[in-house]
């Protein structure tokens, strides 16, 4: 090989190692660069969880209706179906496994062991009637009773009167009381009360009942 063309191939070889960093480099920067978009092009909703696609909805909510079929076959007395599938939210949609537990975490849901949150205070012990409204609570549950006492004199106290109104309300969820019915026992000292709502929540509805009482003590201090 003459010295010319030894030049020649010394000169082809190193431009080509001085370009092999270069190409790279560039192959490097464009990965880079497709990863970064393709993470930054996949939604997600307030949990943080990838949000599904209309197909994936549809196929979780065949499922969701399956599920719910076969918790309230296994508890009795349950009433719970799901919700139209337009009422879904984005945080309602979970893995069907979890909707499972949470359906059965509804079917035991029992609101009872009510306890005070605000008591009405006692009124003159001779007064002739007064109206108070006390609220008392238990899972999620609040109940606001407004009634009206009356002093009795020949039992020297005061007793239930009339009931006013009963309403209710839950911490989560959408709840709408259907009814109630109220009966006075215990000589006029005690209103024993039934609520009957139905329950939104996960994607759920449920229906139940509550059965509580509100106290009159001698002062009218209803508990």
């Given at each position: 090989?003459?010295?010319?063309?030894?030049?020649?191939?010394?000169?082809?070889?190193?431009?080509g190692?001085?370009?092999?960093?270069?190409t790279?480099?560039?192959?490097?920067?464009?990965?880079?660069?497709t990863?970064?978009?393709?993470?930054?092009?996949?939604?997600?909703?307030?949990?943080?969880?990838?949000?599904?696609?209309?197909?994936?909805?549809?196929?979780?909510?065949?499922?969701?209706?399956?599920?719910?079929?076969?918790?309230?076959?296994?508890?009795?007395?349950?009433?719970?179906?799901?919700?139209?599938?337009?009422?879904?939210?984005?945080?309602?949609?979970?893995?069907?496994e979890?909707?499972?537990?949470?359906?059965i975490?509804?079917?035991?849901?029992?609101?009872?062991?009510?306890?005070?949150?605000?008591?009405?205070?006692?009124?003159?012990?001779?007064?002739?009637s007064?109206?108070?409204?006390?609220?008392?609570?238990?899972?999620?549950?609040?109940?606001?009773?407004?009634?009206?006492?009356?002093?009795?004199?020949?039992?020297?106290?005061?007793?239930?009167?009339?009931?006013?109104?009963?309403?209710?309300?839950?911490?989560?969820?959408?709840?709408?009381?259907?009814?109630?019915?109220?009966?006075?026992?215990?000589?006029?000292?005690?209103?024993?009360?039934?609520?009957?709502?139905?329950?939104?929540?996960?994607?759920?509805?449920?229906?139940?009942?509550?059965?509580?009482e509100?106290?009159?003590d001698?002062?009218?201090?209803?508990?």
């Open positions: 090989m003459n010295k010319s063309l030894k030049k020649y191939v010394a000169s082809i070889s190193l431009l190692l001085m370009a092999a960093p270069i790279f480099s560039s192959v490097f920067a464009t990965e880079i660069t990863k970064n978009v393709e993470d930054i092009s996949v939604e997600k909703n307030n949990l943080g969880q990838e949000k599904l696609t209309q197909e994936q909805k549809k196929a979780y909510y065949k499922q969701y209706v399956k599920i719910i079929e076969e918790v309230v076959a296994e508890h009795e007395g349950t009433n719970m179906w799901v919700a139209p599938f337009d009422e879904f939210t984005e945080e309602d949609w979970v893995e069907p979890e909707f499972r537990q949470k359906a975490a509804r079917a035991n849901l029992r609101f009872e062991n009510f306890q005070l949150s605000n008591p009405s205070g006692p009124v003159a012990l001779a007064g002739i007064k109206t108070k409204e006390t609220q008392i609570h238990a899972e999620g549950l609040y109940v606001t009773g407004s009634f009206e006492t009356e002093y009795n004199h020949t039992a020297k106290r005061q007793f239930f009167k009339t009931i006013n109104s009963i309403t209710s309300r839950t911490s989560k969820g959408t709840w709408k009381q259907t009814g109630y019915t109220p009966r006075l026992i215990d000589g006029g000292r005690t209103f024993e009360i039934s609520i009957g709502g139905e329950l939104k929540l996960d994607g759920v509805y449920s229906t139940h009942r509550a059965s509580l509100f106290h009159c001698a002062y009218g201090g209803i508990s």
